[in-house]
């Protein structure tokens, strides 16, 4: 055998023997949903793994459904497989409320929860206490194609209506050309369609539910909200629109086949990527349209970090969670992806800096449309609970995706929207009942 070889082993055996070996780097497990910021945030970890050798970072990254499904029971049965979780503004509170997140407080000066938008932390709060830290905020608003309003003489109001929306995908829908008038979330789940649906009721005057707790699904609001949706998508959308959430509706506009699109306000950014966006030249963007009223019209949400009360290894965990929402990752960003891409929502200092400003002409939009959103009041008429495209209390989850399905078989045409309607109602009101919000 090679003497060298032979050194080795001695060395190594000697080692072993008395006890001088490399300690074992702490692992943490991180459950994430699988949108472009995520993607670059994995991407970009390797960094925090150079500045932290101690620390190893295991990725579970899918799509926005099996996310809140897989989080939610690991969470809630106390399994410890995430160290990590990513949640909302929904999730939160409630499971803070429970005992299942661990509290996030003595931060270093140089973190500056300060800067960090009071809305935001306030809604990832449960009594006063931060129990989760946002990694982007959002709202929603509209985004369109100027070049293609500019060729059929539109003109995009500053405030623009649904009755604007149903004329102007009527003009810009062109299937010689495969190009849909608009699209929409149509894939069921209560942060899915529902959350687009909910401040469609919203500013159509609806509310899910009256100051008595009782389901409102049966209303005309609902009706004439809902009718709205299925026929504005059937006429004017994609086919299939089931099957599309934030991510499919994202590819559909960024390729160039949709003239308009509501939803997050955070999908401006990828759009302004050219290496995945064919339309970086091309998109405008206006507030949210309205109906009714404006109340509700747009959302209110962050994506956030929140440690699980039965972490295994929860201080490596609040490491990771601290950088990857500081003011350092999102100039690292900056530096390799552009001011553009940088995680949107949830610093002032990132509004404040004009490098942002003129690489993300969607910044002005996207803070008076965060800055609008009252969860406190979602609605026209008084209503028990807040959230605006949520209903922020535990059983919303169930019923709010049982709901999304039946508004998806009217879609997709397998119902009609009164049956939807009734069907959703029956649901609800089951739920509230066997909850003891109603006798």
């Known amino acids: 055998m ?69 989080v939610t029971t690991d969470i809630a049965t106390g399994s410890g497989q995430f160290d990590l979780v990513f949640l909302g503004m929904y999730e939160a509170p409630l499971f803070a409320r429970r005992g299942w997140l661990r509290e996030l407080r003595d931060f270093p000066a140089s973190y500056d929860l300060d800067d960090v938008f009071q809305s935001l932390r306030d809604g990832l709060s449960h009594e006063g ?65 529902m959350a687009y649906v909910s401040t469609l009721v919203n500013t159509f005057g609806g509310a899910w539910f009256d100051q008595q707790w009782r389901p409102q699904l049966d209303s005309a609001e609902w009706q004439a909200a809902i009718r709205f949706y299925v026929d ?46 064919q339309v970086v030249d091309k998109v405008a963007f206006a507030p949210a349209p309205v109906a009714v009223t404006p109340r509700g019209s747009h959302w209110l949400w962050a994506w956030a970090f929140a440690i699980p009360t039965a972490a295994r290894s929860p201080e490596a965990a609040r490491e990771f969670a601290l950088w990857a929402t500081s003011q350092e990752y999102i100039r690292a960003v900056a530096a390799h992806a552009g001011w553009a891409a940088v995680p949107p929502g949830t610093r002032r200092s990132t509004y404040a800096n004009p490098a942002y400003q003129q690489a993300a002409p969607f910044a002005s939009v996207t803070l008076h449309a965060m800055e609008t959103a009252d969860p406190t009041r ?12 949520f209903v922020g209390i535990p ?31 029956a649901t609800t009101l089951r739920a509230m009942k066997q909850a003891g919000y109603l006798k």
């Open 378 to 389: 979602p609605t026209r008429d008084p209503v028990p609970y807040q959230g605006i495209q």
């Open 232 to 277: 504005l998508l059937r006429e004017y959308g994609p086919p299939g629109a089931t099957a599309n959430g934030f991510n499919e509706n994202l590819t559909l506009f960024a390729s160039g086949r949709a003239a308009m699109w509501i939803d997050s306000t955070y999908g401006a950014g990828p759009l302004f990527d050219a290496h995945e966006s």
């Open 129 to 193: 206490k931060l129990y989760a830290l946002p990694f982007y905020g959002e709202s929603s608003m509209l985004m369109y194609r100027k070049d293609l309003f500019a060729q059929k003489g539109l003109t995009m109001p500053e405030q623009p209506t649904y009755d604007d929306i149903r004329r102007f995908a009527a003009a810009l829908t062109d299937k010689a050309a495969g190009i849909h008038g608009i699209t929409l979330r149509g894939k069921p789940g209560w942060g899915e369609n």
């Open 395 to 425: 059983e919303f989850q169930s019923f709010g995706t049982v709901v999304g399905q039946s508004i998806a078989g009217a879609l997709a045409g397998q119902m009609t929207v009164e049956q939807a309607l009734r069907a959703g109602q």
């Open 2 to 70: 090679n003497s060298r070889i032979l050194f080795g082993l001695a060395i190594g055996l000697l080692g072993a023997a008395t006890g001088h070996q490399a300690p074992a780097a702490t692992r943490i497990t991180i459950a994430a949903v699988n949108n472009p910021a995520m993607i670059e945030l994995k991407a970009l970890s390797t960094r925090f793994e150079e500045q932290h050798p101690d620390i190893r970072l295991s990725w579970v990254v899918v799509e926005e459904n099996v996310l809140r499904q897989r």
